[in-house]
């Protein structure tokens, strides 16, 4: 029983760093680029190129979350809202011709944009979820 218990913790920690990274990421790529060049140019889309992270950490979460029977709903619910949008804004950029190139900017990127917004905050909640339930863990006995 206490291995287990101890696995669910690194399995947790594991998560929350698999969910976290993309986000940390854009962060620190923001900052490296403002010490090189002197701009701040923020990527919203570089969580998009590390979204395999996110869907490992949102698998991870789903199953310490269901292994410890705490946040299951919340988490399950949270991995879906994540996934719809994230999967939503890609197949929308793709259709519009945004992503080729083909289309002007103007209410396709808006519907993007809303995608990429929707999923980054889905994402961070996970990741204070993940952060919760690494609190009720450690206070387990």
Sequence with gaps: MVGRHVFLKFLAILAVIFIFFPVIWAFIAAIFGLIVTGVFTFSFLLTGLFFPFSIVGIII?????????????????????????????????????????????????????????????????????????????????
């Excluded at 199953?63 to 919340?74: D, E, G, P, Q």
């Excluded at 209410?107 to 204070?128: D, K, N």
């Design 61 to 141: 979460l789903i199953i310490v979350a269901l292994l410890a029977r705490s946040f299951m709903k919340l988490v399950i619910l949270a991995a879906i809202i994540a996934i719809i949008f994230f999967g939503g804004q890609a197949i929308y950029g793709a259709v519009s011709g945004l992503w080729a190139g083909n289309t002007a900017f103007g209410a396709f990127i808006t519907g993007t944009a809303f995608g990429i917004s929707v999923y980054w905050i889905v994402i961070v909640v996970l990741g204070i979820i993940g952060l919760m339930l690494i609190a009720r863990l450690f206070r387990r006995r």
